[in-house]
């Protein structure tokens, strides 16, 4: 099954060979085989035969809703799930007995095509933003999440979706991003994630870092399946105005974009940046080796460089929007909200630091201790913030440029900072078995050139391996 996409499944459904209620079998056999020695899944939906049971009877007296008619998806632990008895922690134990008291835009949208929801996963733990020593993947709640191909880092924070996808715990996973969540574990696993452009996606009922970078995307084993995902996905909701621009713009069908020859003619940048935090040369020739493999395809590779010099480059728009944000999330939960500020979280925590921060909760304090600075430096962080971001437009107008290409995550912090979208493709395993990404990154709202590129290059490439477990 692990093999199959989305279209491939649905014509054995078509066929009568496959229902939803199989299909959802498979997927809760393999997370009570595997999910132990992984930690990717933190609860399970109950309910999840039946619904699927209501979905194969659906499907034979009036048809499919959507393509994702019947496919079992894992959500992210910060995304609010009200429907079927599920939690939604952040991976915190402050929250492990919170039922939000409503879905989250896209679990709407998600339930309305006909998705069938098979439960949550691990995350590292508000998402990666309490402390900088907790490793990717650890969350009080849930524990370490592990990487299925060795003992390699499991990337954060959407670890426990990228594992999923990558064990065949589900179909699609969906995670967040504020600045590599999407990303990393997935180039970390062997799989492809899709961080799209704020505003294609709405954050309503996520828990949140970031009002200016924060964003849902689909992680699957293969492009197709994320292309089907996106188009769900997306779309204008009135309670985050970052979608508000969409009434301007029409949503692409992404699967129907998809095109092998994309790569024909495109013109790629590769900024110089992508080996800053790479020394071993076995996996800077994985990445050259994927390059050189774009050129086969027709792309035309071009060098580009991205000053720093002149920027304030660091992450000082997050701590100072993250405790407002947050606090304006517990707002929507109304009385159901085990708490409503993030002092109240880090009081909390302090009660019993070994079981409920081991790591420390650094990050939380030293947000608390910025909001005194807000309003003199908020805004100026934020401009400078952008303005780094913006050097994408304005390489890609100097050099013509398509899309950029970087290794694994090199690119993800420029890209974040002005909320561009991003892509990565599997592109090769180290001597020892460690996952390499091939990242595109381009302009807002680019996600149909960049996912065909990744397309394209799947389709003659094809680098993904199942893990060996």
Not at 81 to 103: E, F, P, R
Request: aromatic letters at 8%; a negative charge; charged letters at 25%.
């Amino acid at each position: 099954m692990e093999n199959l996409n989305i279209i491939e499944i649905q014509e054995l459904m078509d066929s009568g060979k496959l229902t939803s209620v199989e299909l959802t079998k498979y997927y809760l056999q393999r997370i009570k085989k595997y999910n132990a020695n992984y930690n990717a899944v933190l609860e399970i939906n109950e309910e999840a035969l039946v619904i699927a049971e209501e979905l194969d009877n659906h499907k034979k007296i009036r048809g499919k809703r959507s393509l994702l008619h019947g496919i079992p998806i894992l959500l992210k632990d910060n995304i609010n799930t009200n429907c079927y008895n599920l939690h939604t922690t952040a991976g915190s134990i402050v929250l492990k007995d919170l039922y939000a008291s409503y879905n989250a835009f896209i679990v709407d949208k998600l339930r309305e095509a006909g998705a069938v929801i098979l439960g949550k996963v691990n995350l590292s733990e508000f998402a990666n933003f309490i402390s900088e020593d907790s490793p990717n993947g650890f969350s009080a709640l849930g524990g370490k999440v592990k990487n299925p191909y060795g003992n390699f880092d499991v990337g954060g924070s959407s670890s426990g979706s990228a594992v999923a996808a990558a064990l065949d715990l589900c179909q699609i996973a969906i995670g967040t991003e504020t600045a590599g969540s999407i990303i990393s574990p997935a180039s970390s696993n062997s799989v492809v994630g899709v961080k799209p452009t704020v505003g294609l996606v709405s954050r309503y009922g996520i828990i949140p870092i970031s009002w200016t970078q924060d964003i849902a995307g689909p992680i699957t084993r293969n492009v197709v399946d994320a292309a089907i995902t996106l188009s769900i996905i997306s779309g204008k909701d009135i309670n985050d105005k970052t979608t508000y621009d969409l009434e301007k713009r029409t949503v692409p069908n992404y699967l129907e974009i998809l095109d092998k020859n994309s790569l024909n003619g495109a013109v790629i940048g590769v900024p110089e940046c992508n080996f800053d935090d790479y020394e071993d040369e076995e996996t800077k020739q994985i990445f050259k080796t994927a390059v050189k493999e774009l050129e086969k395809l027709g792309a035309r590779i071009t060098e580009v460089h991205i000053p720093k010099e002149n920027h304030l480059i660091n992450g000082d728009v997050l701590f100072y929007e993250f405790p407002k944000a947050l606090e304006e999330y517990f707002k929507t939960l109304g009385d159901l909200a085990p708490v409503k500020t993030l002092e109240e979280i880090v009081k909390f925590n302090a009660e019993n630091l070994l079981e409920r921060v081991p790591y420390d909760q650094r990050i939380f304090e030293r947000c608390l201790e910025m909001q005194k600075d807000y309003d003199e430096k908020y805004q100026d962080t934020l401009r400078s913030s952008i303005s780094y971001g913006r050097e994408i437009d304005y390489i890609v107008k100097e050099y013509k440029l398509d899309a950029l290409v970087f290794l694994n995550t090199s690119g993800v912090g420029i890209a974040a900072k002005v909320g561009y979208p991003s892509v990565t493709v599997p592109a090769g395993y180290t001597k020892d078995n460690r996952p390499i990404g091939l990242t595109f990154t381009a302009t807002g709202f680019t996600e149909d050139k960049l996912l065909s590129y990744a397309y394209a290059y799947e389709c003659a490439y094809n680098k993904r391996k199942s893990p060996l477990i």
